[in-house]
């Protein structure tokens, strides 16, 4: 239900008084000019029946709108229903003989009208947006005007009139009059905003206060006690004016009416018209001393009386601008206070915005501006990028809290390293910058080493003894032409480190920006060779040791660009795997070696090993792609073998999970699981144990060779590899193999598989198929 149709259901009789304040207004309007053509009596009557009208519109009004306040409307009805009896007991007197002599008690309820219309007007304003003093004088500054006025005019005049008694009464019109103008000028200015009600209310008001004047100017000049058609036709129209008001649905400002009457408050207004209710006593005063001159009776009271109230009215004016000027400078120390609280805010907001919220540290906006400050003024100086090595599994192992309190410690102990020779930024993750002010890279390093010293120590968090180190890439300031060109070179020399092994520093070189848009061009070329024959599998023979037969094969990507000479996987792998085109890379080579190997499997048994990139597992239909190669392909589960790095099962996190859990869902299907490198990793017992996995690939860096280390030493090796994984009941396979002596060395060992130069390269798979159709036997030791 809208708003709009809410206010319908719940307040039916406000849609009564919108509709009908106007038809009160215009439907009063004839019978106001009719009256004016009545004689006395009627006048009267007529009178008596718009009162009526007013009280009854007044009273429907409350009930329909439900003001918050009633008060002033209970006194406007009451005032309403004191000028409708009086005008009836007038009418009345007049048709049975004549107007009553002297002041009587119909006179009484008649003042009254004035006296509770009075009273409505100052409980209507209400506390508003002025305070009270100021209310009063604004009020007072009025009355003292009007009292000027009307003695010059009105009361002065009346007296001298030959009708004295008549005009005697006739002078109590215009001290109700002023007592009605003066609560109407408090309701225009203490009210807190003015609406159509209130404007309805005020031009009644001036209507009422035009007809008294009329009336006693009217009688001053001799006419005849019952008053104008003019003054007949404004007090019918006050009372018109009244119950519209009442009717109007603006009488409840707390029912969203809309406030107007904003003109009416413009400074230029209100500044003319106090200048002018200045002049207004000195110049009514003037005119009284020359008009009592001209007459030649001159009266003490004329000048008096005048120049009291205008010496009230100035007195007024004055606590006026004294009040103003209080509120002026109240308003001004609040607005300095509200500007220093802003200008405080400001300060805060900005040392937030070039600033790090977890350590304090400036942060790369910040460190932006000073880089670009140093280069635009020829200072020298050193930007070394600082990266966390491991940070990420502490993050995944023990929580962000503990991450956090970490960077909170390596921040602490980069400030005692660094000191005053430099500033100290935080970049956000586990990334630092340090802007060394004075020297090149060279005399930088110094400051490196000891951050890298630094940053190896342990640090204890709730209990926790964690380890990492740090990559540095460092770039002179010297031979930068921005800011943006010593960011970006320095995040070149600290991938080099992160790719040199970690936990060491490199300054940057041209050659790395060279190698950087190598790779660009690589990763460029490859997009556009993924999908196309130019991507190309080799396979390579695994021999077993027992039988000297091939049991499987490694597939093995080539990329052979149409013209070019073939491209290994060393020079587009890496790119690859940064860029994430490994994905579709390596699931081109999956469903290609899957269609290759289902033939060769249906005829000799062969089995198909497959590398899978940590990139691939980390996708979350990894293990549904595998399933589908393996289908469109028509190969069974059990004749795939993936090979991994012993990183992704070792990792924590989110990552390794859902890697973990592709592997599971796989090896229930019957895909084997095969670990490469092995040796060269983690090499944890556990993850051996409890991880999916059915083979271990020893790494070629332990096979048994004088030229590459002690051969004793490196058969020891192996034969631990070996009873390890026979211990766990895993399938042993040996890397690397290139000689004959090295397969005797194995099979005493007990190796299960070999793999190498020995047995085969990497052959094309037609070629790979000829050899498999042939079965030759893999060359053994005699």
Known sequence: MTAQQHDRVAYPAARVGTRTWRWFLLGGIPVVIAGILLGPAAQEAVYAAFGAAAAVAVVAGIRAHRPARTLPWWLLAAGMACGALSNLAWSAALVLGGPPAGLNVINAVYYGMYLLVAAALAVLAGPGRSSALAGAAE????????????????????????????????????????????????????????????????FGTGVLVLADVGYVLWVAAGGPWSGSGGSAACWMLFYLLVGAAALHP??????????????????????????????VGPAATAYAFWRDLHRQDFDLLDITVPLGAAAATGVL???????????????????????????????????????????????????????????????????????????QHVNDSFGHPTGDALLTEAARRLREVIGRAGTLARFGGDEFAVLLHDGDCLAAEPHARAILRTLRQPVEVDGQRLHVTASIGMRDLATAADSAEVLSDADLALYAAKAAGKDRVIAYDVTLREN??????????????????????????????STGRFTAVEALVRWVPPGEATIGPDAFIPAAEDSGLIVPLGEQVLRQACRDAAVWYRRYGTLLTVNVSPRQLSEADFAARVMRALHDADLPAAALILEITEGVLVGAGAQAEQSIAHLSELRRFGVQVAVDDFGTGYSSLAYLRDLPIDILKIDRSFMPDEATGDPAQQVALVRTIVDLAHTLRLTAVAEGVETMEQTAVLQTLGCDKGQGFHYGRPAPAAKTADVLAEGVTAPAAR
């Open 250 to 279: 603006a009488m409840a400002t707390d029912r969203g009416a809309a406030p107007i009457g904003g003109y009416l408050r413009s400074p230029r207004l209100t500044t003319a018209a106090k200048a002018l209710i200045v002049l």
């Open 516 to 545: 950087q848009l190598k790779r660009i061009a690589v990763v460029d070329r490859l997009r556009g060779a993924i999908g196309t024959d130019a991507i190309q599998v080799y396979y390579q023979p695994i021999v077993s040791f």
């Open 317 to 391: 004016l004055v606590l006026r601008l004294s009040h103003t000027s209080t509120l002026v400078n109240r308003r001004a120390t609040d607005l300095q206070a509200a500007l220093d609280d802003q200008a405080a805010l400001q300060e805060q907001m900005t040392h937030l915005a070039l600033h790090d919220a977890l350590t304090g540290l400036p942060n790369r906006l910040h460190l932006d501006r000073l880089v670009q400050a140093a280069l635009s003024t020829g200072d020298a100086g050193c930007l070394l990028m600082v990266d966390l090595d491991g940070f």
């Open 139 to 202: 009020a007072g500054i009025v009355a003292c005007t009007a009292a000027v006025l009307a003695w010059v005019f009105l009361i002065d005049p009346v007296l001298r009139s030959r009708d004295a008694i008549t005009g005697g009464f006739a002078l109590v019109y215009p001290v109700l009059d002023l007592i009605l103008l003066t609560m109407a000028v408090r309701l225009a200015v203490a009210a807190a905003s003015l609406t159509r009600t209130h404007l309805l209310m005020l």
